[in-house]
């Protein structure tokens, strides 16, 4: 035993040495590794790894990308990178593999705490990092966590302590460095931002600020984005000094290319605002083989569009994507669109940057995006990887001029189209039919609505979003609402603080109230309960106050939107403004008066209306014009060629009429004949029981009184067979000799052979 326990020891310790030897190797091809002499074009080229090589290979990544053969040589050596390339050229394993490698080098272990922070912008981009690092970093032996928000915050929590690479949103991110005891981030290593301009920006600079504050400042700082700004405060914020630039953000700043794919033909129409979902509802109807993302400036319109479109049935599947859903359901609808073939995906932006959808046809945009960076953002969810892809944007008369004009600086010039008459449709009608029927459509419509035309005041691009010309009535009736809604506006300072409001960790908003000792003021130091807080949310349901204030004009503001104010609030009437009323003098004149079958023999009949598929009002009965009814020709051949028309008809009905009757006589013949022959066989097994078994019907009943030796059959036997036989007769008749009754048999000589013919016969 001793010298089996001596022999594992040296041979663990052989294991590490070989394996110290290997890293120390791995780090001085690091070092000597020069860009210069030979530029990588494939993984093999680079020092790493054998167990990161195989996880590459395994999952079918070979060959280098531009982003990926310029950052990763200078990631590797340990060095600050600001990296900026096209929408889908590979940036995810640009930094991953560097994390990896970082790690393996470092001989990282569950005990060294936390050792990569990778931070997102939105959840599902985070999910797409996680993925894609499970598959490539299979043969290592740290472990990676995903942190974002609508999952359970105390399964995290256990598990904290033992990560080594930690993926997540920044709310989440900075709610689990406040509260999670075991995440130590005194050892990190390296820093990523994907995204990094959106993390940058007002929404999550407190946030931002506040997890930067708890990370080490010797450590590396990994910066990736398809759009990058160079702001000085920024780069500070994140104590990025000495960092080496790589990618295309030079050339976005001195014009050298332009930062969409090549592969994507990009084009726009010119297209009224109030016309922009006839365009959008044909557009889908002449594209039912593709795939589309359609995206729209807010979530409500995102469910407003989603919910009309999907009771019209345009004839493809339709899905919609926005940051109001939970989480479960936005996981699901992201996995159901990437692996269907030919749908719709309605979405706002919260899936516009990183998300890799397979084989997308078509990007609309049918909401001008606020900046180009949002634009080149969103056309990128196709033509990704060197593949095919369109994308059209819907620009109105007042955004054209000025939005081209940005594209431009950018040196993006996309084709315009011009729109078919013959392939246009128009939905206003069934919109406003759809909204008549269904009061809660109504109430998102006019949050559609609200929620547009405040997208429009709060933009800062004044030259391009233009908010004093929008047609603010005809866009609600194109909606299918009978009036605009009125909106009570916040200012733009005051709008910009609320979304900063919006993206700023709970966390933080609680440090920001406690006092100079740490301890949090509470404005209300009254309990409160779930129930308490259940009855005080709004716009549950469609019964809430915020939707009574919509259908009946109530005086009392929402708390949350305040759009609605009454035009009018005394109906009060002066009786000196009223017409004066006379009540009619003779009796006849007022029961006439009363009568509503007497008003209505004076006034005409009332006049009902029906709606058609396009939902076109129509009268009951439509008289046809003289003129039309002379075109047909004369009355008489009218009357001829309605009469013959309908006699064609009525002989085509007697055909069809008399073949129904005689296939029922037919049946009813059948159930008849079936019935008797049931009662026959009853009544035989039933004679069968006294008399063994006797046939009559077949065997002569002479020669069986003889071999039988006996007198006389009892009275009542010789009976039922008489009747059985007579049946037997008829029902031969009636079969029409479709059942054969003769049979040649030999003379049976015996009791037995008599016992057996009939026994025979009876089970035949």
């Known amino acids: 035993m001793a010298k089996k326990g001596r022999s594992t020891t040296s041979a663990r310790k052989e294991v590490r040495k070989r394996e110290n030897e290997y890293i120390k190797d791995l780090e001085t091809r690091v070092a000597e590794f020069d860009v210069k ?36 040589p200078v990631s590797l050596k340990g060095n600050d990178v600001l990296a900026s390339a096209k929408t889908g050229s590979g940036k995810t394993l640009a930094f991953l593999i560097p994390i990896i490698e970082k790690l393996y080098r470092e001989k990282w272990t569950e005990f060294d705490g936390l050792g990569a922070l990778v931070i997102s912008p939105t ?67 390296v820093l990523v931002l994907d995204e990094a301009d959106r993390c940058l920006d007002m929404g999550f600079k407190k946030t931002l600020d506040a997890i930067v504050s708890n990370l080490p400042p010797t450590r590396q700082t ?44 990009q084009s726009y129409i010119t297209v009224p605002l109030p016309d922009k979902l006839d365009i959008l509802f044909s557009f889908i109807k002449t594209h039912l083989k593709t795939k589309m993302i359609v995206f729209l400036s807010s979530s409500k319109q995102v469910h407003f569009v989603y919910e009309t479109f999907r009771k019209m049935q345009p004839g493809i599947s339709l899905m919609n994507l926005h940051g109001r859903q939970k989480q479960t359901a936005r996981t699901e609808t992201m996995v159901k669109f990437q692996r269907a073939q030919h749908t719709c995906l309605f979405a706002t932006d919260v899936v516009a940057r990183g998300i890799d959808f397979p084989a997308v046809d078509w990007v609309v945009q049918l909401d001008c995006p606020e900046d180009v960076d949002t634009y080149i953002h969103r056309v990128g969810r196709c033509a990704r990887y060197g593949k095919q892809g369109k994308s059209l944007i819907m620009l109105t008369p007042q955004e054209e001029e000025g939005f081209l004009k940005r594209l431009e600086t950018r040196l993006i010039e996309p084709n315009k189209l011009t729109i078919k008459q013959s392939k246009k449709k128009s939905i206003k009608p069934q919109l406003q039919s759809l909204l008549f029927k269904d009061p809660e459509l109504k109430y998102l419509g006019q949050r559609a609505f609200i929620s547009y035309v405040r997208s429009i005041y709060i933009q800062k691009d004044q030259q391009v979003f233009k908010f004093e010309e929008l047609p603010t009535e ?139 598929d396009e939902g076109t009002a129509h009268p009951i009965y439509e008289l046809e014009e003289e003129e039309d009814f002379h075109k047909k020709g004369g009355a008489e051949e009218q009357k001829e060629s309605f009469l013959r028309k309908e006699f064609e008809t009525m002989s085509q009905r007697d055909v069809e009429d008399k073949k129904v009757a005689k296939e029922k006589r037919q049946e009813k013949k059948r159930k008849r004949l079936e019935a008797m022959r049931r009662e026959m066989e009853a009544e035989l097994s039933e004679s069968s029981e006294d008399e063994a078994h006797f046939d009559a019907a077949v065997v002569d009943e002479a020669n069986l009184s003889e071999d039988m030796d006996s007198d006389a059959e009892p009275e009542e036997t010789s009976r039922k067979r008489r009747k059985y036989q007579s049946r037997q007769e008829s029902s031969d008749s009636e079969l029409d000799g479709k059942h054969d009754t003769v049979f040649e048999v030999e003379e049976p000589q015996t009791l037995e052979e008599l016992e057996s013919l009939t026994s025979k016969l009876i089970h035949r």
């Open 37 to 72: 002499l030979a530029r990588p074009t494939f993984f093999t080229d680079l020092p790493i790894s054998d167990g990161t090589l195989k996880g590459l290979r395994e999952s079918a990544f070979v060959k280098m990308t531009d982003i990926q053969k310029d950052s990763m």
């Open 123 to 189: 959840r599902e981009l985070a999910m797409q990092i996680y993925e894609v690092l499970v598959k490539i970093g299979r043969h290592a032996s740290f472990s990676a966590g995903l942190v974002i928000g609508g999952k359970d915050v105390k399964f995290e929590l256990d598990r904290m302590s033992k990560i080594n690479i930690l993926i997540g949103t920044p709310g989440r991110i900075l709610h689990h460095m406040d509260q999670a005891v075991g995440l130590n981030t005194s050892n990190l290593q």
């Open 222 to 265: 990994l910066l990736f984005s398809a759009t990058q700004s160079q702001s000085v405060s920024d780069l500070a914020r994140l104590s990025l000094t000495d960092y080496k630039t790589v990618g295309d953000v030079n050339s976005l700043k001195t014009s050298k290319g332009p930062a969409t794919p090549e592969t994507l033909q």
């Open 474 to 612: 005809e866009f609600a009736s194109s909606l299918g609402l009978p009036g605009a809604p009125r909106i009570k506006f916040k200012g733009r300072k005051a709008a910009e603080a609320s979304k900063e409001l919006k993206n700023t960790s709970r966390q933080l908003l609680s440090l920001s109230n406690a006092n100079s000792d740490g301890e949090v003021i509470k404005k209300n130091k009254e309990v409160r309960t779930k129930i308490d807080k259940m009855f005080d949310r709004k716009n549950q349901t469609v019964l809430s106050a915020h939707y009574l204030n919509i259908t009946k004009d109530q005086a009392e503001e929402d708390e949350e939107d305040d759009f609605i104010n009454i035009k009018r609030a005394d109906h009060a009437l002066a009786e000196a403004d009223l017409p004066e009323l006379i009540a009619p003098g003779s009796r006849r004149a007022q029961k006439k008066a009363l009568s509503k079958k007497a008003s209505l023999a004076s006034k005409g009949n009332a006049t009902k209306l029906k709606f058609d």
